[in-house]
Structure formats: C-alpha cells, structure tokens
C-alpha cells in the first residue's frame, strides 16, 4: 500500500468501539465510529505465498477451543393499567436499547402504541437477555405524561406499567415485572418480580429508591405484589457504568431518533392494541429505520436499491454503527474485503473469552491501524495460519475464508450428517476435505447466504463488503444477537 493511499485509509477508516459511560441523557452511547471497508488498493502485493484457503485451515497445534453461547432469545408483554384515575386511554411510544457485552447500542424507536387501559401487546421475536426497553408515555392529547425502562429477562418477560390517578399532574410510573415462562402474561411465582417507581419532573426523570414518598394506595392493582417499601431492581440498574437508580436523567436528548421526539401520531402512524396484538422486532425495525435511528446514523446509501437482496443487513449493521458508507454517499457493495477488515468488523461484533495466545505477527506492527483488532480476534479463535509469523492483512477474502473463519471462531460443529447437508449445493464437491464439517456446521446454523443461486456456495469466490456483510450478519442472527430477517438466499436445514 502506497503513502497516499494509507493516508486516505487512515483518515477513513482507523476506527474503534467507543462507548462512554451514560451522562446526564438517558440515551445509549454510541459506536461512535465506523468501518466502511475500503476497497484493496490493487496493486498490494500479498505478504505470503500460501492461498487463501491455507489461511483457514486448522492449525496442527492443539488449539482451546471453546463452547460457542448462544444468547438466550427474549421478548416481553407490555400491559397498562390505572387502578385509581379515569384514563380510558394512553399512548406508550415504546424503544430499545439494545445490550452489546456490557454496553447498550444507540436507542432504536419501536413505534407508538394507543393502548386502552388494561390492554396488553407481546412484543417478540429478536429481542435477547439485558435488552433494556424504554416506555415513553402520553395521554390523548400527546402531553408526556411519564417514563420508564425495564430489562429483558430470560424466556418471556411479563411487564406491568402502572399510571397514577392523575398522570397528567403527578407522573409517576410504577414497573412491576419478571419472568413468564408459559407467555399467559403474569409474572411466574417463586421468580424475581422487579417493582420501581420512575418520576418524571421537567422533563428529568428520577428512578427511586423506594416508594417511601409514594402515595401507594393508588398503584394497588389486583394480582400486583404489596408495594415494597425498598425498590427491587435489575442488577445492571443500580451497578456499573449503566446504572439509572437514585439519578435523574433528561428523558429527551440532542441525539435521539427523530420519531423519538415529536409528538405521537405526528410522523408515523399509530398502532392500534387489540386483543392478542402481536410485534416482531425485525418488522419494527424495518419499518421504522428511517425516522427511528439515533442522529448522524446512514442507513440508507445511494447505489443500494430499496428491493436490494441484503438491504436489511446492511441497513441493520449501518445502524449499529458497525459499517458504514463512503463520503459519496454510496456503499460499494461489490468492493472486495481483506483480512485486517474482516478482523476489524469481527472485533466490533463479537465478544467472546480468549481461547489462545495471541502471536507476534512481523507484518502486524503496532502501529498497524488494525493491530488491536487482529489481535483480539485472533485470541478469540478466529483465523488460522498454519503456524506461519505473518497474517497477511491485506490479502482479500474469499467466500470459503469469510465462512470457515466464522465457524471456527464461533465453534461450531456438524450435529447431522455431513454429505446430506453439504448436499444442498450444487458444487459440494469442491470443498475440501478438512472444511466440509465447517461448512456443513455454519450452514446447519443458518449462516449461509447464497446469492444470486441459492444452491452455489462458490467457496473460491472473492468475498465482496455486501456478502461478507450478509454472512456477517447471518452468524450474528446464529448467535441470538440480533433479529431475523428472512431471506430466499438464505440456506436453511433441517437435515440430522
């Protein structure tokens, strides 16, 4: 790579996961930056001999290997209720803070519900364990009228928001909710009910320590525990960076979504809870993505069509602030990726225990501006080098390279027959013998995206940003980190 060009890759892509501790907005912090995958320079020279798909075999050492965990999947009911006042209806404008190891992504807005009291809705379908969900609340006449966050649990989580009498003058929301393991909407006995009082002042919202200055009376609702005196809340709520309770934090903020600060029924349209309602988060985020980022978030780019193939995959890692696009405004999709790419990408999405030594490579020096990242996903088991000193940065991936590096660092292994599932592509033959179990394990978990024939794996292809986004997001969707988004082009398996 020449002066120039690493001058222009510096100043476009050298980036990192930055996410600060929360201040005085209720906001998630950002990934503040983004890696737009700069197409290779194609006059680089490769720093090593051996093929791309040496880089991905097995290293003859014994390597620690570790069990791949999946995040355990969730999704809530929200009910509404006003034991003591005359609502007959309330607006819950309802977002997500989605959990990424001990940080939260951006606030995504989930759309405005116009709930009658005592109606539920179940929200499902790619939301996971330490998601906190976030409930603006408004009367009729679109006046704020309260606020509040809860976590989502293990299995089904069942959520009680409880109005005072008069929520207009006093805006105290309390939030009584746990664990629903059979989804009939009440909290499951001899399990953790959490039970706080939010208070919204000026426009400052104030998560107390304990009803001792709340008049109770009017909170009581049947099936509803006694009112503690000391609030019980999620661990993540009163420890760590993240923690909410006994501050006061603005409810609106600079940075937030553009649906997330007009009045409801204003920019998009209401949804109406009838009986059994019933959400799937990547409809909501779909449908809303436009108007529902945070500020400064491109999901959109100009040479990616609405009908695109990976339009959702790349609109959703855009949105996570994973990748990004070029300052033109395009996206370049059919633009190759290398390793120190790969690797960097690999970093921002997955967090996982180091199962290795990291190794000194003599073409990874530390200024490197992905020194880090290679390094780390190394130690987590992704990539292999077959005992060789150099890591090849620049060397562009193929499809077979983007697949097997995600199943050996994910750990994934075949529990079906492995000629029977490879046996979905027409080309099956041309994997190797020592990637066939790889393959077949990645695509036993629907991580396989094949586009434009779904039954050509074209493993020698040279991997372009909008597949290795595809796959990407595909082995994220294996790992319970993020929403489905059904696709034609995605291999799906029930063989055994």
Known sequence: MNISSLTYWHKLVI???VLLPISSTLAAPSISTTIPLKPSNSTEQLLSEKSSAEQVETDSSKQETESSVKRE???FTLAIWQPGGNFSEVIARVSMKG??????YQERFLGDYRYKIKQQAKFVKGFKLGDRIVVRLYDTK???????????LPDHTAVNLILSANPTEYQVVRAFYGVDENED??????????DYFTQVTNQKVNFLKSSEDINITQYQAAGFSKVASTSVYPASFSEGDFALVGKSISTFSSNLAKALTVAPGS????????????????QLLSKY??????????????DISKDYWAKDYIAELAAMEIIGGFPDGSFRPNAPVTRAEFAKLLQQVFIKSKVRPAIAFRDIPRRHWAYDAIRETYEMGFFTTLGSKYFNPTQKLTRLDVLITLAKGLNYQPTGSVNKILSIYNDASSIRGEHRDLIAAITENGVVVNYPNIKLLNGKKVATR????????????????????????TIKTTLK
């Open 15 to 17: 980036t990192s996961i």
């Open 73 to 75: 999947k969730s999704g």
């Open 99 to 104: 959990k990424h190891g001990e940080k939260y």
């Open 142 to 152: 679109n006046r704020f009228i309260g606020y509040t966050e809860f976590a989502c």
């Open 185 to 194: 909407s009440i909290v499951d006995n001899d399990t953790t009910a959490y």
């Open 267 to 282: 920019l998009v349209q209401l949804n109406e809870i009838k009986p059994k309602s019933n959400f799937e988060l990547s």
């Open 289 to 302: 993505r436009q108007v529902g980022v945070a500020k400064g978030i491109q999901t959109s780019f100009s």
């Open 466 to 489: 909008v597949e290795v986004c595809a796959l990407l997001y595909r082995a994220m969707v294996s790992a319970g980190e993020v929403a489905d988004f059904d696709s034609k082009y």
